[in-house]
């Protein structure tokens, strides 16, 4: 059972989110087998894609104990786990030890740089991403990122994960000479159309973008409705720091298109993702 649950626990998690059922199987198949390693291990990315990251550490750890030369999925899964539970330090820790004791582990690159950039370590991101696809020029692997998968999926409470790490993942492939400073005298001075890309491009710095509270609640005002549209998403992705825009997004909640933006906004500011 354990050799094929694998593609049968993908299959369940990503495309039907049959976490439980998923849990379950693995729980039996752990029982017969207590010391497989990638038992434990199929375990972990079941509960971390389900929200439970937490139980999925002590998952990751026991498969590191039966199997300690094992494979960078190790590193892979805690390094997701620390991501979820918001312990970037951490992630970094697993990720960058691994990497280094094992150049050939590409598959950690893009969550190690997003990890890298979210931490504010922007120089050394990109330098991450090309062990990647060190094939590709920069605007290459900017372009590659938009089309890769990560082998996590988090479902549901744990679904805006997906995006966070896809925003991550963004910024670590930005120049170092974006930042929220230089989106923010953009958004001053763009038409609608540039307003759109600085406001969407300051929701990958997640919380970092706090700075950018004031000028975001005011463009929720705006007369082109996808600069609101995005100043609402925006907010939403740099959480309870921008408590400061919840009068203002109160205030829109009931109105037509908007109003669904802003109640997810306010859900995710006042600390429970939307649905």
Known sequence: LLRFAPCILQAAVALFGLAPMAIVQLAQALFLAPSDPEGHLMMAWTLIAAGDAEAGLRYVEAARRLDPRGPGSHALFAGAAHFALGELEKAAAV??????????????????AAVQARLGRRAAAPETLRRWRPDLSDAGRRVALGRYLF??????EAAHLNADLQ?????????????????????????????????????????????????????????????????????????????????????????????????????????????
Not at 100 to 112: F, G, S, V, Y
Not at 245 to 251: H, N
């Open 95 to 112: 990720l960058e030890a691994r990497l280094a004791e094992d150049p050939r582990a590409w598959e950690l690159a893009p969550l190690a």
């Open 151 to 156: 082998p996590v999926r988090w479902i549901g």
């Open 167 to 275: 925003d991550a993942m963004r910024l670590a492939a930005e120049p170092a000479s974006v930042t929220v400073e230089s989106l923010l005298e953009r958004l001053a001075e763009a038409g609608p159309d540039g307003q759109v890309d600085a406001i969407r491009r300051l929701g990958w710095f997640g919380p970092a973008a706090a700075p950018a509270t004031g000028a975001l609640s005011a463009a929720l005002g705006a007369e082109d409705r996808r600069v609101s549209r995005e100043a609402a998403v925006t907010l939403g992705k740099i959480g309870p720091a921008a408590a400061g825009a919840v009068p203002q997004l109160e205030a829109m909640a009931d109105r037509p298109i908007i109003g669904f933006r802003a109640r997810e906004a306010l859900a995710l500011i006042q600390g429970a993702p939307g649905d």
